[in-house]
């Protein structure tokens, strides 16, 4: 509801980018004042700057969604990430693999998803 809230005032790249500043002060805050260090060894950097453009383009693009449904299915779709995470880990980490009572489960959490996007019309642009 925060995110819909914030669209009202600002577009939402816009929106993402001043979050994501205000979350990286408070951050880059905690560690001077923790002593940790943050910034990462020349080996990391390619990695980590592939894990941020993916990752902003995934709020660039949550938030461009959010900005045409109800602040009900936004959180509706928001709180699917744990469901597309027990699918992914189940394709990248070594180990973690979906039986059949994570399968039965994941699956029930969908059908609650897409029947409560489908109760309310679906993915709407708001008046």
Known sequence: MAVKLGLQAFPPMTSG???????CICVFLWARASGVAILPS????PWLLLIGLVFTAQIGLMNLGLDHTTATNGAVLISTNPLFGVIFAHLIVPGDRIGIRKAIGVAIAFVGVALVLTRSGGLTTPV
């Open 17 to 23: 980018f001043l979050r994501f500043t205000i979350g």
């Open 42 to 45: 020349r080996d990391e950097r």
